[in-house]
């Protein structure tokens, strides 16, 4: 559905992406995670078309992204900073949206009214940043896309309406086929939604796998040593390795099984796989104990 292929774009010198490549599969909702000034932001507005690539290619259903209005208008896009008329009430935006959407459904904005109990009169710069959220969806949801794009999409709703609105993107997943990035920093509850993640870095994909390739790939082992041995022996890759009295914390580039396997041969008194978060794949993919949370001694 979505082909990004050795994207790159510079400002001022600065390579904000350097030869980015990802697929996202038709019908998939899709992780895309990385730290501040990664360039996810830069990406999703090449995806949308503000942004014109300095090389390389962008499609949508084969189709090229850049000037392609036929293509946009199956397209829809909730930012962070969410675009409105600053003079617009949520109707007026509705009749731009009809506009410019040919499959926006009234039947469908009718129903999602009892969703959002939003007043369509009021001024949208008049509402709190959680109810323009609101009108993001209400909005995008009725114009049917075949692609939707998440920036930070349910960041200022309350969990009651951010379940609500998953639950509606789900929804049109599952029974539209419809295709949904979604770049966001709260990793726990991408984890919920998403079936594919791609890990993006320095303007670079450092990898993109399926949710449940990703957690294989990586494990969490809790392990009590033999008496006598303290120390995690020096041919274990670990990529990262903690201690709380006896029980040592290892987190290994390998499968359970593996891993398993490998710590057999010391005998050990205990060893446990803990599944691993998507936040801390996240965080040893991108280099281990170096990014984790360090402590200051004052």
Request: glycine share 8%; proline share 6%; no cysteine.
């Given at each position: 559905m979505i082909q990004v292929r050795n994207l790159t774009k510079t400002?001022?010198?600065?390579?904000?992406?350097?030869?980015?490549?990802?697929?996202?599969?038709?019908?998939s909702v899709y992780g895309l995670v990385g730290?501040?000034?990664?360039?996810k932001s830069t990406l999703i507005r090449h995806l949308t078309g503000?942004?014109?690539p300095d090389s390389g290619e962008i499609t949508i259903d084969g189709e090229p992204v850049w000037e392609n209005a036929s293509l946009k208008a199956r397209v829809a896009v909730i930012p962070d900073d969410?675009?409105?008329?600053?003079?617009?009430?949520?109707?007026?935006m509705m009749r731009f949206y009809r506009g410019f959407y040919p499959r926006f459904s009234?039947?469908?904005?009718?129903?999602?009214?009892d969703i959002f109990r939003l007043d369509e009169k009021r001024l949208i710069r008049h509402l709190s940043k959680g109810m323009q959220k609101q009108a993001a969806f209400w909005l995008s949801l009725s114009a049917m896309p075949d692609c939707l794009i998440l920036d930070?999409?349910?960041?200022?709703?309350?969990?009651?309406?951010?379940?609500?609105?998953?639950?509606?993107?789900m929804g049109d997943v599952s029974e539209r086929g419809s295709t949904v990035l979604v770049s966001s920093h709260n990793l726990r509850e991408l984890e919920d939604v998403c079936d594919h993640v791609g890990i993006l870095d320095h303007g670079k994909v450092l990898l993109e796998r399926s949710l449940a390739q990703l957690q294989d790939n990586m494990v969490k082992l809790q392990v009590v040593f033999p008496d006598g041995m303290t120390e995690v022996p020096a041919e274990i890759p670990v990529l990262h390795a903690s201690r709380i009295g006896r029980i040592h914390t290892l987190i290994l580039r390998m499968n359970a099984d593996e891993a398993t396997a490998l710590l057999a041969q010391y005998q050990p008194l205990l060893v446990d796989a803990v599944p691993?978060?998507?936040?801390?794949?996240?965080?040893y993919e991108l280099g281990g104990a170096d990014y984790a949370v360090k402590d200051i001694v004052l």
């Open positions: 400002f001022d010198g600065f390579a904000a992406l350097q030869e980015a490549s990802l697929t996202v599969p038709r019908g730290p501040n000034g990664a360039g503000i942004y014109r969410w675009y409105y008329f600053s003079s617009a009430s949520i109707r007026d009234m039947e469908r904005w009718e129903k999602l009214r930070e999409p349910v960041d200022g709703l309350d969990p009651v309406m951010r379940r609500q609105v998953w639950s509606l993107v691993l978060t998507l936040e801390e794949i996240f965080i």
